[in-house]
């Protein structure tokens, strides 16, 4: 059996043989995957020299302003922090507004300076997403709700191709027997099944309508196609013409369709599916608004 002895410089045990000790080295920390952690540190960034410059107190809104301005403008003079910042805080005005909105912005700004600690800053769950390029912080005056949503569905689409929906529409494109081919998709309100869809009909030639009901206040984004949910949902004499009607606008539809391509050669004649969908997506996107269908939409549906 070995024996134990200090090690010399060290403090301490050390084994020179196969002891029976069940003693364990601490684990290793894991590496952090914060993309802040990736980043150079800000407080190495903002030196005394950059401090310099920034104002004596940070009392008021116009001086929070111009230090959140000037540490996004100091920080992105490195390409990893460039890469990633919502730049647009390098503007004076940008940061006034987002303020003037967040009170809870402009105080941790003010905290911040006041210990000369810039971590806490790009650290805050609250101000993370805000910060950094892929979040969105909306400043514009509000004159409706659906503004903002409709501002989001045209921002670029931040998670990958949909590849399960695409697989079972392509799925459903091959000589197979299927009883349906339909799918639901069944989230929370809010969780993106419409901006799923919105997205895959740039990749996928898409007819969309959207028979949403209508509400008594309020109103919901996206618009719905509302002669087309009271053709298919209002006025049956019976229960035979509440079968045969939604099917004869399936082939009108399909007709009508066709028709509408055939008026647009410089669509299909690229070869490419992919092309097609978008610039179909584009036709019947045109002129929509947070209220309304675009114009050819409508007059699409009214054939």
């Known amino acids: ?22 003693k364990q080295s601490p684990p290793k920390r894991a590496r952090s995957t914060s993309p802040y952690s990736e ?32 540490i996004v403008q100091t920080l992105s ?8 910042l919502n730049l647009e805080f390098k503007e004076m005005s940008y940061c006034e507004n987002a303020i003037s909105k967040e009170a809870k912005l402009g105080n941790i700004v003010s905290d911040c300076f006041k210990t000369s600690d810039w971590k806490p800053l790009f650290k805050d769950p609250s101000w993370f997403n805000i910060l950094f ?7 514009h005056d509000r004159t409706s709700d659906l503004q903002y949503f409709k501002a989001a569905f045209e921002k670029q689409y931040r998670a990958q191709e949909p590849k399960i929906l695409l697989q079972t529409i392509d799925l459903y494109g ?29 990749l996928r030639l898409t007819i ?3 028979i949403h009901q209508e509400v008594k206040s309020g109103k919901h984004y996206p618009p719905s196609d509302g002669k087309v949910r009271d053709f298919l949902t209002k006025g049956f004499n019976n229960e ?31 070869g490419k599916s992919k ?19 675009g114009v050819e939409r409508s007059k699409f549906y009214e054939r």
């Not at 003079?77 to 990633?84: E, H, K």
């Not at 000589?175 to 081919?181: D, K, L, S």
């Not at 079968?243 to 369709?257: G, Y």
């Open 275 to 293: 092309d097609l969908a978008l610039d179909w997506y584009k036709l019947i996107h045109q002129g929509s608004t947070a209220d309304h269908v």
């Open 77 to 84: 003079t490195n390409s990893q922090w460039r890469d990633d």
């Open 133 to 139: 390029m892929g979040g969105h912080l909306y400043l």
């Open 240 to 270: 035979m013409e509440a079968v045969k009607r939604p099917l004869a606008f399936l082939q009108a539809l399909f007709t009508e369709t066709l028709a509408e391509l055939q008026d647009h050669p410089e669509m299909y004649k690229k």
């Open 39 to 70: 980043r150079p540190d800000v407080n190495d960034m903002i030196t005394e020299d950059v401090e310099g410059f920034l104002p004596k107190t940070c009392s008021d809104d116009a001086e929070k302003a111009f230090i959140l301005s000037y």
């Open 208 to 210: 969309p309508f959207n």
């Open 174 to 202: 091959m000589h197979q027997a299927f009883y349906n081919r339909s799918f639901p998709i069944v989230q929370s309100s809010g969780m993106g099944k419409s901006h799923l869809m919105d997205h895959s009909a740039t």
């Open 1 to 22: 059996m070995g024996h134990k002895h200090k090690a010399q410089g060290e403090a301490g045990d050390a084994d020179d043989g196969p002891g029976t000790s069940n």
